[in-house]
């Protein structure tokens, strides 16, 4: 994929899970920095798995490599936010990431 293709400015976010003195976690997310891709939308659907409601792959992301990113980030597109369900080598090169994300609060 061309450099041209990557057209959506995008904000990463990596998750961080911090440890309160009463015991309790919380998981927060930290800007890791701001990249583009190319968002493509997928299937828009949930289904219902054991009761209740699980999101699927919505969009597939491609984004420049980076040894950083892995499944569980957040990716911000304007008010649009991402949930990565799994990131991978897009391409044999070690150029590109392909991910798949769920879109929240669809």
Do not use: K, N
């Not at 450099?3 to 890791?32: C, I, K, M, N």
């Not at 990131?87 to 929240?104: I, K, N, S």
């Amino acid at each position: 994929m061309s450099a041209g293709r990557y057209r959506t400015p995008v904000t990463l976010e990596q998750p961080v899970v911090t440890h309160g003195a009463d015991g309790t976690a919380s998981l927060v997310y930290l800007s890791a920095g701001a990249d583009f891709a190319a968002i493509r939308p997928s299937r828009l659907r949930e289904e219902l798995r054991g009761e209740r409601l699980e999101g699927v792959v919505t969009h597939e992301i491609r984004l420049r490599h980076r040894d950083d990113i892995t499944g569980g980030w957040r990716m911000s597109a304007g008010l649009r936010r991402y949930r990565l369900l799994s990131v991978a080598q897009g391409d044999d090169r070690g150029t590109e990431l392909f991910c798949l994300a769920e879109e929240e609060g669809t």
